[in-house]
């Protein structure tokens, strides 16, 4: 027998009320979860952390450091949280700034990028002339690449003229972590160019 229309209202409402219920006990930590702004995510920033640098260890004049760049890297299904993406060489050319306070740092991040490489360049370690890994000479005091002999000088510049290389090594934007207080760390944007060219291209 089918039940009667106000037996059939209220199992409707009891359904409808339960089912309420539920949704506002899972709802509000889940809303709350998401407003809470730990959990938002922040602006994406193309900027890697550069790992083993500290600007204070650097000095100008002697060897450059040399830094490496980890992110997450996904293969198919598997996850790499902390895979090395590519390495950097960081090199003082000129006096540190004026880099007490957090307002210091952030009109030092938003000048040209002319104006920080006065103080301080970044490469990456990747040869322009065929991909090699450039180290550093032997004396410490420029760039020699292993595979073909190119060489290049402190500041990035091809050494000399018979140089396989045809542009000097590919130069990174950086800024110092506004999140670090001391102003020591660095963040670059990453990036591979083509080899074999004058001129830097990123590659696509
Ligand atoms: S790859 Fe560096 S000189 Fe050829």
């Not at 100008?60 to 830094?67: A, K, R």
């Not at 091809?158 to 207080?181: F, H, K, Q, V």
């Amino acid at each position: 027998m089918a039940p009667e229309p106000d037996r059939r209202s209220f199992l409707s409402f009891a359904t409808f009320g339960i089912g309420a219920i539920f949704s506002a006990v899972l709802g509000i930590p889940l809303g709350a979860y998401f407003l809470d702004p730990r959990h938002r995510k922040g602006p994406k920033s193309d900027l890697k952390l550069v790992s083993d640098v500290t600007l204070a260890d650097l000095v100008v004049g002697t060897p450059p450091m040399q830094g490496v760049i980890r992110d997450t890297r996904t293969d198919g299904w598997t996850l790499y949280p902390n895979d090395v993406l590519g390495r950097v060489w960081v090199v003082q050319l000129g006096v540190r700034p004026n880099l007490t306070t957090p307002a210091k740092v952030e009109e030092f991040n938003a000048s040209a990028m002319p104006a920080k490489e006065a103080y301080v360049i970044v490469f990456t370690t990747i040869c322009p002339h065929l991909g090699c890994s450039v180290n550093l000479d032997g004396a410490g005091t420029g760039f020699a690449c292993p595979c073909h002999a190119a060489t290049f000088v402190l500041n990035g510049a091809r050494a000399a003229a018979s140089n396989p290389a045809l542009r000097g090594m590919d130069t990174l934007e950086w800024e110092i972590d506004p999140e670090d207080p001391d102003a020591n760390r660095i963040k670059v944007k990453y990036q591979n160019f083509k080899s074999l060219q004058v001129a830097k291209e990123p590659m696509s």
